[in-house]
C-alpha cells in the first residue's frame, strides 16, 4: 500500500504560479495511474488532472493549458505545475492513487494524501 504526501501549497497572487508535489513512500508510484484533485469550501472533491504511468495526462477543461502534471519515478514523486491561477482556485489539493487516468471520479483511485492548502488572492 502506497502512502501519498502533498507539499508545496501556499498563499499566491492571482495570475501567479505554483508547484505541488505528491511525494510516494512505501510502494513505487510508477505503476500507478496518479491524479489531482481539489475541494473547495462547501464544495465537492472536483477532478483537476491526471497521468497515466506511461506519462499520458488528461485535465479537467477548466484548467487545460494553465496546469500540467509530470511525473518524476526516480524520486517516486507526481508533480502539479499550476499557472495564471484564478481566485476560484483556492481550494485543498490532493494527489491519489489509482489504475486508470482517465477516471475523473474519485472512486476511481485507491490511495490519497492529506491534502495541501491553496489559496489564491484577487
Known amino acids: 500500500q502506497v502512502q501519498l504526501e502533498e507539499s508545496g501549497g501556499g498563499l499566491v497572487q492571482a495570475g501567479g504560479s505554483l508547484r505541488l508535489s505528491c511525494a510516494g513512500s512505501?510502494?513505487?508510484?510508477?505503476?500507478?495511474?496518479m491524479g489531482w484533485f481539489r475541494r473547495a469550501p462547501g464544495k465537492e472533491h472536483e477532478f483537476v488532472g491526471a497521468?497515466?504511468?506511461?506519462?499520458?495526462?488528461n485535465y479537467a477543461d477548466s484548467v487545460k493549458g494553465r496546469f500540467t502534471i509530470s511525473r518524476d519515478n526516480a524520486k517516486n514523486t507526481v508533480y502539479l505545475q499550476m499557472s495564471s491561477l484564478k481566485p476560484e482556485g483556492k481550494a485543498v489539493y490532493y494527489c491519489?492513487?489509482?489504475?486508470?487516468?482517465?477516471?475523473?471520479?474519485?472512486?476511481?483511485?485507491?490511495?490519497w494524501g492529506q491534502g495541501t492548502q491553496v489559496t489564491v488572492s484577487s
Open positions: 497521468i497515466s504511468w506511461r506519462g499520458n495526462t
Open positions: 491519489a492513487a489509482g489504475s486508470s487516468y482517465d477516471s475523473t471520479k474519485i472512486s476511481g483511485y485507491e490511495q
Open positions: 512505501g510502494r513505487t508510484l510508477s505503476t500507478y495511474a
